[in-house]
């Protein structure tokens, strides 16, 4: 699993790092990825990844 954040579409609404607080963190204007988790499958960042209002969280597994 690759997470990436497009941070020009990003609004830092810090919605992401509430549900996946292991995988993203607001730094300024725009969330980062701080740890791209192991394996395919993470509920909690696919979670995140859905619930981005402006959906600039892309998932590849």
């Known amino acids: 699993m690759t ?5 020009s ?5 810090g919605m992401c790092a509430y549900a996946a ?3 993203f963190r607001v730094e300024g ?3 980062v990825v701080i740890c791209q988790p192991a394996g395919s ?7 995140a990844a ?4 402006v959906n ?3 998932i590849k597994r």
């Open 56 to 58: 600039a969280i892309s």
């Open 21 to 23: 607080p292991h995988a």
């Open 29 to 31: 204007a725009h969330s």
């Open 3 to 7: 997470i990436t954040v497009d941070t």
């Open 41 to 47: 499958r993470d509920p909690k960042v696919s979670n």
């Open 9 to 13: 579409r990003c609004i830092g609404c």
């Open 50 to 53: 859905n619930g981005c209002p």
